[in-house]
């Protein structure tokens, strides 16, 4: 089970943190391939942000230089910092995981298996 947390109202150029707890024991979360995703009203899915079990991080073009993702293991949860948040940046954000190989990328929403309940992240212009 994901546990997804840190959603908000923000201005324009803004910061937020998600949390993403997983509630599984450090070994077995170590193991897991882990994603950001987020949705608009009106929108698809898209594809934000992950880690990989070595820790290599993937964006989107869209938050390049904006978002970075990271995870701590001993404590079973995955971070997004969200710094200089845009307008188009809101909506709701879901954590996502899939149990890896250590060299795996993954970037598509159908290849996760687990989800969080999505956290809502509102901009202000």
């Known amino acids: 089970q994901l546990q997804a947390s840190g959603g908000g109202l923000v201005q324009a150029g803004g910061s937020l943190r998600l949390s993403c707890t997983a509630s599984t024991r450090t070994y077995t979360f170590s193991r897991y391939f882990m994603g950001w995703f987020r949705q608009a009203p009106g929108k698809e899915r898209d594809f934000v942000a992950s880690?990989?079990?070595?820790?290599?991080?993937y964006y989107a073009d869209s938050v390049k230089g904006r978002f970075t993702i990271s995870r701590d293991n001993a404590k079973s949860t995955v971070y997004l910092q969200m710094d200089n948040l845009e307008p188009d940046d809101a909506a709701v954000y879901y954590c996502?995981?899939?149990?890896?190989?250590?060299?795996?990328?993954?970037?598509?929403?159908?290849?996760?298996?687990?989800w969080g309940q999505g956290t809502q992240v509102t901009v202000s212009s």
């Open positions: 996502a995981a899939k149990p890896s190989i250590l060299t795996a990328v993954y970037y598509s929403q159908s290849d996760f298996d687990y």
């Open positions: 880690i990989g079990r070595s820790g290599n991080t």
